[in-house]
């Protein structure tokens, strides 16, 4: 299909109004809050017959926001190498209605000295629950869940269970917190803008590849496939709910949390997208006030870039070489 957005120099330039609720700063305030009083509880169980002897592996799980059990492949590196020790990690957050995935995945950046924490999201299709509870129903997917409440929203949930990623990552001492990357596709480059947000100064860098879960106000007015059609047909059914529920979801719309990303952050966009549509990732994008790039593929839809997952992986590297060789400097 042709580019169906607005034009490149458009998009660059587009800042629409952030829709945050007065309350906006407040409501996270509290929700932190919230998180950081309720325990981690972090398991790691190694897989000691794994066959690649370099990394270790494990399976872990950590206790989500309001009790929701996450699960997720925990990888170390066997012997730290130039990278350093305690390692760098990446955090991963996968697609809508995914799951972490298989250990093989993630080996390139254990070799290469990295930890890595592969987080399923709660309730989807992965092994991480979602105690609830929800008042009423909802369309059928996860976009309407709760969205009469702010507070039982939930991707207010999610948002907080990828939080906790980082303190269940503390109970590792493999890991050097001042060089975690967070990353994800498509909803894992949403969860990844939210959690950084969220996260204050405790994430050095942010790789968002084709966010999801950006300006919700647009995106359901020109989406043609994918979970925003979720929202318009709930509120096709109940038009009588929309606007309380677009104040729900701008509680929850990245663009309204992009301002609060404290760390170096790389967004991509593809100009064909349908599903995050160009002008819903530059509206978040316009709106981060750190360091920031974007890389932008006119001819891609939704999907995964070949050219781009090879720079990412140099990315994250030269970043964490970067931070040794500063560390380094400063012993002098």
């Known amino acids: 299909m042709p580019m169906f957005d607005m034009p490149l120099e458009q998009l660059r330039k587009y800042r629409p109004p952030l829709t945050r609720p007065k309350d906006f700063d407040a409501f996270w305030e509290k929700a932190v809050k919230e998180s950081d009083a309720e325990p981690v509880e972090p398991e790691f169980r190694p897989i000691r017959d794994y066959s690649v002897k370099e990394a270790a592996v494990y399976e872990a799980r950590y206790r989500g926001f309001h009790g929701a059990d996450i699960s997720c492949w925990f990888l170390a590196p066997e012997k730290p190498g130039a990278l350093g020790d305690p390692c760098p990690c990446v955090v991963f957050y996968h697609g809508y209605s995914g799951n972490k995935g298989m250990p093989h995945q993630y080996l390139h950046f254990a070799?290469?000295?990295?930890?890595?924490?592969?987080?399923?999201?709660?309730?989807?299709?992965?092994?991480?629950?979602?105690?609830?509870?929800?008042?009423?129903?909802?369309?059928?997917?996860?976009?309407?869940?709760?969205?009469?409440?702010?507070?039982?929203?939930?991707?207010?949930?999610?948002?907080?269970?990828?939080?906790?990623?980082?303190?269940?990552?503390?109970?590792?001492?493999?890991?050097?917190?001042?060089?975690?990357?967070?990353?994800?596709?498509?909803?894992?480059?949403?969860?990844?803008?939210?959690?950084?947000?969220?996260?204050?100064?405790?994430?050095?860098?942010?790789?968002?590849?084709?966010?999801?879960?950006?300006?919700?106000?647009?995106?359901?007015?020109?989406?043609?496939?994918?979970?925003?059609?979720?929202?318009?047909?709930?509120?096709?059914?109940?038009?009588?709910?929309?606007?309380?529920?677009m104040r729900t979801l701008a509680y929850c719309d990245a663009m309204n949390l992009a301002p609060m990303v404290r760390c170096r952050t790389i967004v991509t966009v593809g100009l064909w997208d349908e599903i995050c549509p160009p002008s819903t990732v530059f509206a978040a994008y316009n709106r981060l006030k750190c360091s920031k790039e974007i890389r932008v593929f006119p001819y891609h839809r939704h999907e995964a870039v070949a050219a781009f997952a090879e720079e990412k992986v140099h990315l994250i590297r030269r970043f964490a070489e970067e931070a040794v060789g500063r560390r380094r400097g400063g012993e002098k």
């Not at 709660?122 to 969205?147: A, E, K, L």
């Open 111 to 245: 070799l290469q000295g990295f930890c890595v924490l592969a987080v399923d999201t709660r309730g989807q299709s992965g092994d991480s629950s979602d105690p609830g509870p929800y008042d009423g129903g909802h369309q059928m997917g996860w976009m309407t869940v709760g969205i009469m409440d702010p507070e039982q929203y939930y991707f207010r949930r999610v948002y907080l269970d990828c939080l906790r990623a980082l303190d269940a990552l503390r109970h590792r001492p493999e890991v050097d917190e001042s060089r975690i990357v967070l990353t994800g596709m498509s909803q894992g480059g949403g969860l990844t803008l939210a959690a950084a947000a969220l996260a204050g100064g405790r994430v050095a860098m942010a790789i968002s590849e084709m966010p999801f879960l950006c300006h919700f106000e647009r995106a359901v007015r020109v989406c043609g496939a994918g979970p925003f059609m979720e929202l318009a047909e709930y509120f096709k059914k109940y038009p009588g709910r929309e606007e309380k529920a």
